[in-house]
């Protein structure tokens, strides 16, 4: 006779119990919030320390690239590997043919030795 656990059958309901217990306690905790919000007043206004809120275009950081630092900084890694990345699929597949087949050779050549 083949019984399946009793744990099996049970999980289910557990999972359920847990969820509601968790989403009780997420409510209670949510309700203990202050309710003081109030839509179209300086709460909805930036805080920079005191100071005034400078015009949108004054706070837009302009760049044309975000990561220009890390790719600066790693200039002498990524200029050899664009060149080498041209977008075609059967280049990759070369690549892969033939990392496959190296190591498929130091594994052997591993345990020949």
Avoid at 52 to 81: I, Q
Wanted: aromatic share 14%; hydrophobic share 50%.
């Amino acid at each position: 006779m083949n019984a399946a656990p009793v744990l099996a059958y049970w999980a289910p309901i557990v999972a359920i119990i847990a969820f509601v217990i968790i989403l009780a306690i997420t409510i209670l905790y949510r309700s203990r919030g202050q309710g003081r919000y109030q839509e179209g007043t300086d709460q909805e206004q930036i805080f920079l320390s005191g100071e005034e809120e400078p015009a949108e275009a004054l706070r837009h950081v302009r760049s044309h690239n975000m990561y220009w630092g890390f790719f600066e900084a790693m200039k002498r890694y990524y200029d050899p590997t664009v060149r080498a990345h041209t977008g075609i699929v059967n280049d990759y597949l070369i690549w892969l043919l033939g990392l496959t087949a190296f190591a498929g050779i130091a594994i052997l050549a591993a345990n020949l030795l």
